[in-house]
């Protein structure tokens, strides 16, 4: 994507860092995702926690798609930039006073509770403002998604959702809560889940839930899958775009459903990783007694991932590369006063100098987003790829 002369040219004219956003692969896959959910009759909300540019925003509002929050803030914007409140869902397992109240002032499509507490608390709300919330209960159904401990969600050991062992105590109490309108579960196993195999043992727990459910008298109308589908790293100019059918058809296949039932996702990462690139510029090289450093003007508060949980993100040299080009092993690190400020160890790149770009891939999920102004560093930069 990046081995081309004119687009040096057009970067170096830029300030950096800068987050690079390929605004035609966002459609594709965009549009990959949604032809193969319409085909199955399935609804997307998109997890904005992901990546809540504004650019980026409007164009997956444009497409119709729904929106997933897990903060009233993300409520608030996802309104602001028109998601419609009946597509909304809001998780998280600490909602506060103030956001279940805006949420049940714009109506949201559901809740997705954490706890019978939250059931609680939500029943008095809507009580007390005069309107009334529908909910799905969030189901930890302890299925291991086989990723980065850091990003699993789904085993009895997780903070997340409702126990299992109270769960009936819940529908009970919902029955009388006058303000709370159940209608469906909720699950959501965790991120960059690169193994099929793991939805296929998620929907084997949710058909054993909705039975459950449903054998007791309690009707479930949505069912909501969570997002977590992964995206290719290592690879992202062979696999821009994620096999969404493949995901898709797991679900088609191995989930129980009637014409009643409603089955949602809330996929993030897959939508929007690979669509976007931290740009940086070369500041200065080191060499010491067993290292080669590329020092970079981009850090960790631009793209935290690699300190957070040692992702792994492809780094390359920008612009035209010949393979009679020398090349070096590279630590490649940031500016900032921690030693995990680390993109990358002994990375292969041709020999660089102060001055050359380098691109870090697949940074357009949970990469902007989480950008800190630690050591006062400036805001991040964009550059909108539109055509
Ligand atoms: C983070 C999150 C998602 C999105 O996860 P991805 O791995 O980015 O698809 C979906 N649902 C909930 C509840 C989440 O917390």
């Known amino acids: ?42 609804h997307i909300h998109y997890a904005l926690k992901a990546n809540f540019n504004d650019r980026i925003l409007n164009i997956i509002q444009s497409k119709g798609y729904g929106a997933d929050c897990v903060s009233g803030g993300e409520v608030e914007k996802s309104i602001a930039v028109g998601f419609p409140a009946g597509q909304i869902t809001f998780a998280g397992v600490g909602k506060s006073d103030k956001e279940i109240i805006l949420a049940l002032k714009h109506r949201i499509f559901a809740f997705n509770v954490e706890s019978i507490q939250e059931l609680e608390v939500i029943n008095e709300l809507a009580g007390q403002i005069g309107e009334k919330a529908n909910v799905s209960l969030r189901i930890n159904p302890n299925v291991d998604a086989h990723t980065h401990h850091y990003i699993t969600t789904g085993l009895d050991e997780n903070k997340f959702g409702v126990p299992n062992s109270e769960l009936e105590k819940a529908a009970a109490i919902i029955k009388n809560c006058p303000n709370i309108n159940l209608i469906g579960l909720h699950f959501h196993i965790g991120s960059q889940i690169t193994d099929l195999n793991v939805f296929k043992s998620l929907c084997v727990k949710v058909n054993e839930w909705k039975n459950f ?47 009643q039932h409603e089955v949602h996702f809330e996929l993030g990462r897959a939508l ?11 500041l200065y090289t080191k060499s010491g007694l067993k290292k080669n450093f590329l020092i970079l003007d981009a850090g960790m508060t631009e793209l935290m991932r690699p300190a ?24 490649v690190v940031g500016p900032i006063c921690e030693s995990s400020d680390c993109f990358g160890k002994e990375v292969e790149l041709p020999v660089s100098k102060r001055g050359d770009l380098i691109a870090i891939r697949t940074a357009g999920a949970y990469g902007e987003v989480m950008a800190s102004n630690y050591n006062l560093r400036n805001e991040i930069r964009n550059y909108f790829k539109e055509n």
């Open 1 to 42: 994507m990046f081995q081309n002369k004119e687009i040096k040219e057009t970067l170096l004219q830029q300030e950096t860092p800068l987050y690079y956003y390929d605004l035609p692969l966002l459609e594709r896959t965009l549009d990959a995702a949604k032809q193969a959910a319409d085909k199955r009759n399935f």
């Open 213 to 259: 459910f449903e054998e007791r008298g309690t009707y479930i109308k949505v069912i909501n899958v969570g997002g977590g589908l992964g995206v290719d790293y290592k690879n992202p100019d062979e696999n821009p775009i994620p096999d969404f059918e493949a995901y898709f058809d797991i679900f088609d296949k191995f989930l129980e459903r009637t014409g």
């Open 272 to 282: 929007v990783a690979q669509c976007g690139s931290l740009v940086s510029k070369v």
């Open 308 to 331: 957070l949980y040692q992702a792994y993100h492809k780094i390359e040299k920008i612009g035209e590369v010949s393979p009679t080009d020398k090349v070096l092993n590279y630590d």
